[in-house]
């Protein structure tokens, strides 16, 4: 027999068991199934009888209380008939569902359990009325006398209640009857299902046995010379396993044997000449590839000599850039620094021409005008050292990079770039100062001071002039988390377009007209914070309302400890 009419013969066996195994499975269920609504329709009847039994006293003891008070008698009565009635349908109801399912129980119901209802349903109406009648013929607004109550009880159980009973017990009976069939169906359904269960298996198990046995010793033949072909040994031979699939398959391994042993001997010549070929190859690409490595290797390092210098140059650039952007920042401001070096110098001069006509008069020596005097000489003193303050500031800012990294006092350096930036905000804007008490940053007292003044001259240029009253540039210091300080420049200018928020720190990005701007203020602006450990960033900006800029610096507390930290 071929393997795939074994295989077929265990399908269709399978199939088979599956099929009886279902088979017997739903004869129990539908059996089990029945006698379950012959139970409930039994059950039914049962508690139908329980009501009607149950209400005969309520119907007597209700009567004598509606007597007694004086109520109408018949309305009640009427009602309870037709809760007795709804009772009769309810039982036909559940005699139809016994006839319908009788047939395949192996219990026929009596013939006559529908007349027998019918007829214990008219007497117990007949009796209702008869009671109703002789309770109404009482003398009004007074119980019935209990003999009475005993004796319409009595009528009810020689008329109605006899009857009623002997129908309990048969249903009650047909009930245990039921019960204990639907229980042997059981036993048989799972006494049946076990054996057919075990048969199935035992075939089953039997059958697989005779199939797969021969096929297993076959299959174990082949693996192992498979194994021993794998493991090059190709000569080796499968006896003869008759003429089914594995039959074929080992005729095919024997000429698959033979034809790689074969192909073997010939792969060995072939591959010892093609050695012998590539070794010589191999001598020749070594030389090549030495060649090729030494040329590589020169043209490497001629690059590397190229690529230092250009990075060299880079640098060099990047360092004019910044000095030429804080240069163009000088010469923007010089005519405000000469503006604010003039005033001072001016009642600085005429303070002195003041005190040199004093002195010039005979009695000076005596004048009561002293104080005056002195007052005079206080504020020449004062002016002077104005003109030295703001000539300090702009060496500082024109001074060349100090690469040097210590603890700046933040405040002195808005004050210092605030005082710069007098003239271009005097027809523009206010300049509020809202410094609190920080503690000193880490970073470049000159370069801090580059920064401040390109952003509040920046502020300043976004506001046009004459509304002074209108408009203010607010700087506000004060600390952030970890151990660092925020600084932010406030204003109330023209804002920024929400297309050009991304580019603001490109370098040679700018929305100033030719010959205005370079582009390269807040680049270097952001070059300068990020290389002291800080971050320049763009907190909100709407067009016609202003904008917020925002620098995060570290304390030199932050910065001792990273040192600490992170020891170079």
């Known amino acids: ?34 006698i379950r609504e012959r139970v409930v329709a039994s059950q039914e009847q049962l508690l139908a009888v329980a009501r009607l039994k149950a209400g005969v006293w309520p119907f007597l003891n209700t009567l004598s209380r509606m007597k007694e008070n004086g109520q109408d008698t018949v309305a009640f009565l009427h009602e309870r008939e037709n809760q007795v009635l709804a009772e009769q349908t309810q039982l ?21 359990e529908r007349r027998e209802f019918s007829e214990v349903i008219q007497a117990l109406l007949r009796w209702m009325e008869k009671t109703e009648a002789r309770v109404r013929a009482e003398p009004a607004k007074r119980p019935i006398p209990p003999m009475l109550e005993w004796e319409l009880y009595q009528d009810y159980e020689r008329e109605v209640g006899r009857d009623m009973a002997t129908i ?42 005779f199939l797969f046995l021969p096929l297993r010793g076959s299959l174990r033949q082949l693996r192992s010379v498979a194994e021993r072909v794998g493991r090059g040994d190709f000569a080796v031979s499968l006896p003869t396993m008759g003429r089914d699939e594995l039959g074929l398959l080992a005729q095919a391994m024997n000429r698959m044997a033979v034809e790689l042993h074969g192909t073997l001997e ?49 640098q060099d650039t990047q360092a004019q850039l910044l000095f030429a952007d804080r240069l163009a920042a000088v010469g923007r401001l010089a005519a405000g620094v000469g503006h604010e070096i003039n005033n001072p110098l001016s009642y600085i001069l005429s303070n002195l021409r003041f005190i040199q006509r004093e002195l010039d008069r005979p009695e000076a020596a005596g004048l009561p005008e002293k104080e005056e005097l ?60 809202d410094c609190q008490d ?53 204003d109330t200018g023209c804002g920024i377009p929400p297309e050009n928020l991304e580019r603001i720190f490109e370098p040679f990005f700018t929305t100033k007209p ?51 930290g992170n020891p170079s």
């Open 438 to 490: 920080v503690p000193p940053v880490q970073g470049n007292g000159p370069r801090l001071g580059q920064v401040m003044l390109n952003l509040i001259v920046n502020a300043a240029h976004s506001i046009e002039p004459g509304r002074v009253e209108e408009n203010e540039v607010r700087v506000v210091v004060h600390m952030g988390i970890l151990d660092t300080v925020i600084v932010e420049v406030h």
């Open 168 to 209: 309990e017990a048969a249903e009650q009976e047909e009930l245990t009857w039921l019960r204990q069939h639907w229980d042997r169906n059981v036993k048989r359904s799972l006494l049946l299902t076990h054996i057919v269960t075990l048969a199935c298996t035992v075939l089953m198990v039997a059958l697989t046995l």
């Open 1 to 34: 027999m071929s393997v795939n009419a074994r295989i077929l013969l265990l399908a269709l066996v399978a199939i088979g068991i599956t099929a009886i195994l279902a088979g017997n499975s739903l004869f129990g269920t539908r059996k089990g199934r029945q």
């Open 374 to 433: 002195m007052t005079a000489i206080g504020d020449a003193r004062e002016g002077a050292d104005r003109v030295r303050i703001i000539v300090q500031e702009l060496k500082v800012l024109s001074r060349p990079d100090e690469l040097t990294l210590g603890p700046v006092d933040l405040g002195s350096v808005i004050r210092g770039a605030a005082s710069i930036a007098t003239q271009e905000l005097s027809e523009r804007a206010r300049l509020v100062l």
């Open 514 to 564: 030719v010959g205005m701007g370079t582009g390269l203020g807040l680049s270097v602006c952001r070059t300068i914070v990020v290389a002291m450990g800080g971050t320049l960033q763009v907190v909100t900006s709407e067009v016609g309302r202003g904008s917020i800029f925002r620098i995060t610096l570290p304390t030199g507390i932050a910065a001792a400890a990273s040192l600490q």
């Open 266 to 314: 010939e792969k060995q010549r072939l591959m010892k000449a093609e050695a012998e070929v590539s070794e010589r190859e191999a001598r020749r690409y070594n030389a090549i590839l030495e060649e090729t490595v030494r040329a590589r290797t020169t043209e490497l390092e001629a690059a590397n000599t190229r690529l230092e210098e250009s990075l060299r140059q880079l």
């Open 92 to 112: 036909d109801l559940s005699v139809d569902e016994e006839e319908r399912i009788s047939g395949d129980s192996g219990y026929k119901p009596r013939t006559d």
